[in-house]
């Protein structure tokens, strides 16, 4: 079975940093596209940023210059790393990708979330 963990989540204050690590486990075969999404109390689940399987990234305008993903393929797993970190970044972040289990077709995966709090 394929899964997504996600960890690196806790407590910051303002203006801090934090890493977020997503590990993809099972049998692969191929991981394509891969994002970070995130998800505040009452609000709906919105895409941070995404990293093709070229290494190719894309931001949302309120994380640029600011969040930077990067992957490590060989060890399946993607990072946020989040600087200047205000409190509207507080949200239950999640990762997602598309992966093709060996042999099987390609799916859509979630992780389970993690919590970022950015509060003094």
């Known amino acids: 079975q394929v899964q997504l963990v996600e960890s690196g989540g806790g407590l910051v204050q303002p203006g801090g940093s934090l890493r977020l690590s997503c590990a993809a486990s099972?049998?692969?075969?191929?991981?394509?596209?891969i994002s970070w999404y995130r998800q505040a109390p009452g609000k709906q689940r919105d895409m941070v940023a995404t990293?093709?399987?070229?290494?190719?990234?894309t931001y949302a305008d309120s994380v640029k210059g600011r969040f930077t993903i990067s992957r490590d393929n060989a060890k399946n797993t993607v990072y946020l790393q989040m600087n200047s970190l205000k409190p509207e970044d507080t949200a239950v972040y999640y990762c997602?990708?598309?992966?093709?289990?060996?042999?099987?077709?390609?799916?859509?995966?979630w992780g389970q979330g993690t919590q970022v709090t950015v509060s003094s």
């Open positions: 099972g049998s692969i075969f191929s991981i394509y596209d």
């Open positions: 990293i093709t399987s070229g290494s190719r990234t």
């Open positions: 997602n990708a598309h992966i093709t289990p060996t042999g099987s077709s390609t799916k859509n995966y």
